[in-house]
């Protein structure tokens, strides 16, 4: 008697123990994503993007008009035209 009754507390604890884990694990994961909010960019960042944004239309107007160089692709130009914009503060 005493055996079943052993054997039937442990059948029903392995069986009630994933369900326990899983939804601990749900709530845990729950709780980071709520707490992961976006923080606002930089200076740095907000400085990087302007220079980007400038670059990307003085790209287009070149291209446009047709005084990009041979070889040049906008990698090429964004690396140049950052240091340019870098420098000129």
């Known amino acids: 008697m ?4 052993v054997a039937a507390a442990i059948a029903a604890a392995l069986i009630t123990a994933p369900l326990v ?9 729950a709780a980071t994503t709520q707490s992961k909010t976006k923080k606002p960019p930089s200076a740095g960042q907000k400085a990087m993007r302007e220079r980007q944004r400038k670059c990307g239309a003085e790209w287009k107007q070149a291209k446009a008009a047709g005084k990009i160089e041979k070889g040049m692709n906008w990698p090429k130009y964004w690396s ?10």
């Not at 005493?2 to 009754?5: G, H, I, P, W």
């Not at 884990?21 to 994961?29: D, E, L, R």
């Not at 140049?80 to 503060?89: F, M, Q, S, V």
């Open 2 to 5: 005493k055996c079943s009754l």
């Open 80 to 89: 140049a035209c950052n240091k340019r914009l870098k420098t000129a503060g």
């Open 21 to 29: 884990i899983n939804s601990a694990a749900a709530q845990t994961t």
